[in-house]
């Protein structure tokens, strides 16, 4: 055989070599994706794993796992912590309501007795205090329940015309003590497939919490909207309290305590909560100083 020919077929072996190898590449670049893709769609928590011993392959398999691994511990101190954040809220609302009952109950008897005026006015001023830590131990009790509870909705075909018509009526004596108007609009009747207890602890935080914050009358709208039901709230804001959309259904989010002594509380997060556990979503928006709140929840198809 001639040099130049075993030249020529040592060069076509080696080229057929690389080719090979380079397909055998491509297929564990494959593989990896598959399996990348498998722990994205199947939350599987399989490590990755190669069949070619390519010591730079093999570490980049081995780094990727390892990157993993830390991610889901993360994920799982997450999950944890936020587990052990709904138990310790649970156990103050718990811990709280017994002696601020007593509390409530000491004070009831004080404003049977004869008292000076003065007295009659450090006691109206506890009693004042003992109400708002009284609505604040409730928002976290409610927040416990609904964090922490795994059953299904009932889901059913509701009015929502007739629950926010019976919630506002039973409200009254709040808006009458606030001097607030209720101006409610509905152009249609609707229904909506949605959880009936659900959705009045739904409105019934909506309603508190612009008897706590609105600075003068609420306008409230009901109609289809988006291919749901849409509940607004509308109500103007003091002067002086900033206000950010974007976050106002946040957990423990406040306005400017401050100025009010009122914070936002739970009772938005609490809208938030329920509204996602029937498959609806929230909104909010600042314009001309009034805020609008809005909710929307699936129209029933009956």
Not at 70 to 80: D, K, P
Not at 111 to 119: C, D, H, I, S
Not at 135 to 151: G, I, M
Not at 201 to 217: F, K, P, S, V
Request: charged share 25%; with cysteine.
């Amino acid at each position: 055989m001639e040099p130049l020919e075993l030249v020529i077929i040592l060069l076509s072996a080696g080229l057929l070599g690389c080719a090979l190898y380079l397909i055998l590449l491509q297929r564990e670049l494959r593989r990896l994706n598959r399996q990348l893709k498998r722990r994205l769609e199947e939350a599987s928590r399989q490590p990755l794993s190669l069949e070619l011993l390519n010591p730079e392959l093999n570490q980049l398999a081995s780094h990727i796992n390892q990157c993993l691994k830390a991610e889901e511990s993360l994920r799982l101190e997450a999950v944890r912590e936020e587990k052990r954040f709904k138990e310790l809220i649970s156990h103050l609302s718990h811990d709280l309501r017994t002696p601020l009952t007593a509390i409530k109950g000491y004070l009831q008897l004080m404003a049977r007795e004869e008292l000076t005026a003065a007295q009659s006015d450090k006691l109206m001023v506890v009693q004042k205090h003992a109400d708002i830590l009284g609505e604040r131990t409730e928002q976290f009790f409610e927040y416990a329940v609904l964090a922490s509870a795994e059953q299904e909705p009932n889901m059913a075909h509701i009015s929502l015309n007739r629950l926010v018509g019976e919630c506002l009526a039973a409200a009254v004596p709040d808006f009458e003590q606030r001097q607030m108007e209720v101006a409610l609009e509905q152009t249609e009747q609707l229904f909506i497939w949605a959880d009936a207890e659900l959705t009045v602890r739904l409105l019934h935080n909506l309603i508190r919490n612009a008897i706590t914050h609105a600075a003068g009358d609420l306008q409230i709208r009901i109609k289809a909207e988006h291919g749901k039901a849409a509940i607004v709230f509308r109500n103007p804001v003091a002067a002086g309290i900033r206000i950010d959309p974007e976050r106002l259904f946040e957990r423990f989010y406040t306005t400017d305590q401050a100025r009010t002594g009122k914070g936002a509380g739970l009772g938005l997060h609490i809208v938030k909560l329920l509204a996602e556990q029937m498959g609806g979503h929230v909104g909010a928006a600042m314009q001309d100083r009034e805020l609008e709140i809005r909710v929307y929840l699936p129209l029933s198809a009956d």
